[in-house]
Structure formats: structure tokens, C-alpha cells
């Protein structure tokens, strides 16, 4: 009987995704794995049906490990979750150096996102700390949107005119989060350079429970010291975060995004900035 | 060469499925090579995602040794609270369904 016909190429070229998917996913989650990949320890030892053949490893041109992308924005997650469980500690707590600079490679290697807790000399009290739910700001006087504060941020309003909001100025409210610039120990010293540099800051946010990873900017100060809570997120950042535990608030990492030329767009971040789109959708 | 885990990855119905199609038998063994290093990268992400990170060494160490080790089944079952053998079931079922997807999808129309 004729066997019905396969693209065969179009398999393979699937098969090889896949198969670079699952491995870059190991290694960025267990590094320490290569060894047995290197060593052949991995090969040939499922298949007991079939006659094997001698084909070799070396002949599947596969990229190497440096130059792939991580295949969704579930394995990103994944990864950075799994590799923050390393380095956090059990509890809230303000970062060591060896801590923070841990965390901004990872941000790098999975995200390709340049982040840190210290920027230009600048740092906040602390950059792992527990975020609260905060309302929407109003970016011009009479933006009456529902759950919106009576008050304006700690910057003032966006734009005194309604006409004259700018889509970025709407990305900047929507993506907001309120960081404790009062209790900076040099704030009252400094106040007119700190106040510019954080004004519209960007920032990255990471949920270390699930790995999700959201770019907001610097628009409000706050939250108080009596609340327990270190930062404050829109509603949008908060509800990407998943911050749904009942008291609205959880843990999560906040570094400075270096964005000079401000390339790094706002909201979730779901893909590999360095590496581009991402080798495969969906499958998770 | 068999590795302690592989009574729980079957994958004689991928294996099968291929078989049922016409493919040169050069790219069919390439396609077997990859679906099973694809399976066994995910069964030691969940291995070592569960296995704590203290035990990763002496775990990596003897399976480089002797993977057909049950020592190696002793460990993850005495360190690991939750089913491991269900967790590898489950996610080798997963992986291989994605897999006979893509093997149904490649059919020439």
C-alpha cells in the first residue's frame, strides 16, 4: 500500500523549532544542564521501536544557544520566575548589590531589557517591595473616567487641555506606578534634580509569582510608610501583574529601565527586545 | 541506552504516526532524533523545576554517570513532595500531543 505524503520539510522545520524551543527553555531555566547535552547523555534513549540510525547531532544546522529567542511569552515568564526564586529572598526585603545586579543580567538574557535598581547614581529605598493598587490619575483638569483620584499626581496634570493629550501621555497614565521619592534620604536636599529625574521614569515591574513583566513610568509618589506597601500600580499594571490576591497588593521587583533613546516601549513586555519576534506562537 | 524515566515516556505512538506517512528515511530519523531530545528537555525541566536546587548537582552528576540509574527515581520521589512521575506523564502527554498536531499539520493537501 502507498503511504499518503508528507511535507516532510515543513515537518522537520517544525520539529526543529520545537525541539530548539524546549532546549533553549531548559537552559535558560537550568543552565547547569549543558553538560549533559554536551555530553550525549540525552541522545538516542527514548526510541526503542525503529531501527536508529547513525545520523549525527552535527547535522542539523541549529543556531546557537546565544542566538535564539525564547519561544512565548509563557516560557519567558517561566524563566524569569524560575530564576528570580534563586536570588530573592524568602521575604520582602531591600536588595543587596549582588542581588540587584543578579536580577538586571537575567532581565537582560531572557528580556533583553537593560534594567537595574541603580540608574545615574539614583536609587530608591528599596527595589523589591510589596505594590498596592492605586486609581487612575487625571491627566488634564476634568478627566472625570471612572476610579479616577480627586487629586492630581505628584506631577501635576499631563496637559492643561483635553485637545492637547497625546497618545503618549495617555500610554504614561496608563501604564503609572507611585514610587516612595518622600523618603529618599537626599530628597528634601536634592528636591529639584530628583524631582525631574523621576518624573516620568521608566520603570519595569516583575511579579515574581508568575514572571510577568510590565514597563510603566514614575507618576505619582506614595505610597505612605504606614500602609506597609513600597509602590503603587494603575489599575492596568496592576491587572497585568495579577495582583488579584484579595488585599490587592503583592510582591514585586522594580528596576530603572536605561531607555536614553526611549526605544522600550510601555505596557506588558512579552517578547525578547534584543532578539526580536518570537520563534514560535502559542503552543502553551 | 535507556534513562530511568523512560517507562514513563512512551513514544511509540508519535513514532507510529510517523510511520504512517511517506518520508525519506534520512529525514525520518532526523524527525525521530528530535522528537525525543525534544521530550527529554522538557522531562528534565520539570525534573529540575520540582527537584530543589540543592540536590540539582548530585542528581546531574549521577544521571551523567548511569541515567538508567532507579537511584535517580529514589531521589526525586524522597525530595519532592508532589507526583513527579504524574508530572512527567503529564507533560510528556502534552508535548507529544503538540507533536502528532504537527505531524497531522505537515499532511500534503
Known amino acids: ?284 | 541506552m535507556k534513562v530511568f524515566y523512560s517507562h514513563l515516556v512512551i513514544v511509540d505512538d508519535v513514532i507510529k504516526e510517523l510511520s504512517a506517512w511517506e518520508i525519506p528515511d534520512i529525514e525520518r530519523d532526523e524527525m525521530h532524533k528530535l522528537i525525543e531530545e525534544t521530550l527529554h528537555h522538557h522531562t528534565l525541566n520539570v525534573i529540575l523545576n520540582h527537584l530543589p536546587a540543592g540536590r540539582h548537582q548530585e542528581f546531574l552528576d549521577i544521571f551523567e554517570k548511569s541515567p538508567e540509574s532507579s537511584e535517580l527515581m529514589a531521589i526525586l520521589k524522597k525530595e519532592i513532595q508532589t507526583d513527579i512521575e504524574s508530572a512527567i506523564k503529564t507533560q510528556s502527554e502534552r508535548i507529544k500531543k503538540e507533536i502528532l498536531l504537527e505531524i497531522r499539520r505537515s499532511k500534503k493537501s
Open chain 1, 1 to 284: 500500500m502507498v503511504k499518503p505524503a508528507l511535507n516532510s520539510e515543513s515537518l522537520r522545520q517544525r520539529l526543529k523549532i520545537k525541539h530548539l524551543s524546549s532546549q533553549t527553555l531548559l537552559f535558560a531555566h537550568h543552565p547547569h544542564v549543558k553538560r549533559l547535552i554536551a555530553s550525549g547523555v540525552l541522545a538516542s534513549s527514548l526510541l526503542v521501536g525503529p531501527a536508529q540510525s547513525t545520523i549525527t547531532h552535527a547535522s542539523l544546522p541549529l543556531p546557537a544557544m546565544n542566538d535564539v529567542a525564547l519561544v512565548s511569552s509563557f516560557d519567558l515568564h517561566e524563566a524569569i520566575k524560575h530564576q528570580l526564586v534563586a536570588v530573592l529572598p524568602t521575604t520582602v526585603q531591600p536588595l543587596n548589590e549582588s542581588q540587584e545586579s543578579d536580577i538586571s543580567k537575567k532581565l537582560h538574557d531572557i528580556y533583553g531589557l537593560h534594567a537595574s535598581a541603580t540608574l545615574e547614581g539614583n536609587k530608591l529605598n528599596t527595589s523589591y517591595g510589596l505594590i498596592g493598587l492605586e486609581q487612575n490619575l487625571p491627566r488634564f483638569p476634568g478627566d472625570n473616567r471612572p476610579n479616577t483620584t480627586p487629586g492630581r499626581g505628584a506631577w501635576g496634570y499631563w496637559t492643561y487641555s483635553a485637545r492637547d493629550l497625546t497618545e503618549k501621555m495617555v500610554q504614561q497614565e496608563k501604564y503609572y506606578v507611585a514610587v516612595q521619592t518622600l523618603y529618599l534620604p537626599d530628597w528634601n536636599t536634592r528636591l529639584a534634580y530628583l524631582r525631574d529625574w523621576y518624573k516620568y521614569r521608566k520603570v519595569a515591574l516583575v511579579n515574581p509569582k508568575n514572571g510577568k513583566i510590565i514597563v510603566a513610568v514614575v507618576a505619582d509618589s506614595g505610597p505612605a510608610a504606614f500602609t506597609g506597601k513600597h509602590f503603587g500600580g494603575s489599575p492596568e499594571v496592576m491587572n497585568y501583574l495579577q495582583m488579584k490576591d484579595g488585599k490587592q497588593r503583592g510582591p514585586v521587583v522594580l528596576f530603572f529601565v536605561d531607555d536614553p533613546s526611549d526605544e522600550v516601549p510601555l505596557g506588558p513586555l512579552e517578547k525578547n527586545l534584543e532578539k526580536g519576534p518570537l520563534l514560535l506562537a502559542g503552543g502553551h
